[in-house]
């Protein structure tokens, strides 16, 4: 789940937000309180110690399906003064994005085929487009040798078919 604590400079009494995500297993007050107590503990020069003042839960759970870690420190915003956060799985990779106060992360749109909707799904769609663009590649080196090397620009205009055919030979 993402949370965010509000936290006090004891010294100079500033207080400020900072956000985090934590494991779903955790008791967010618990955890903040801990957070702030080590933070405290291991005090580097120029630090001063913390106070915990506040604790918000942002989002309740983790989505099911992904696990979203945030990749921005700053909000981003755009021109039109929209709003967003990036996102990137941890387990398989996939990116999205948070708009706005929205709770869902929107899975970006290369992403956006119902398949990439689970890690799994995801993780085997990726490991085909792989095979794909490698065997693309191989079309293209076969061509080149067969073409000279000098319209491999025009490979999209012939049928797999003849390239099979081709590949035999
Ligand atoms: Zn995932």
Redesign the pocket.
């Known amino acids: 789940m993402e949370i965010r604590i509000k936290v006090k400079d004891i010294k100079t009494e500033s207080v400020w937000w900072e956000n985090y995500n934590i494991s779903d297993n955790e008791t967010p007050f618990q955890w903040a309180i801990e957070t702030v107590e080590k933070f405290n503990k291991t005090l580097k020069t120029g630090e001063n110690p913390r106070e915990l003042v506040d604790v918000e839960i942002i989002r309740e759970k983790s989505d099911p399906?992904?696990?979203w870690k945030k990749e921005n420190l700053v909000t981003i915003v755009e021109k039109n003064g929209d709003f967003y956060d990036k996102y990137k799985?941890n387990?398989?990779g996939?990116t999205g994005k948070r708009y706005g106060l929205s709770q869902n992360i929107e899975r970006d749109r290369k992403y956006k085929a119902k398949i990439y909707e689970t890690?799994n799904g995801?993780r085997k769609q990726i490991s085909i487009n792989k095979k794909r663009r490698e065997r693309k590649k191989d079309w293209i080196k076969v061509y080149m040798l067969i073409l000279g090397g000098k319209r491999w620009k025009s490979i999209r205009t012939y049928p797999l078919k003849r390239i099979k055919k081709i590949r035999r030979i």
């Open positions: 399906f992904h696990d799985c387990n398989c996939i890690c995801a």
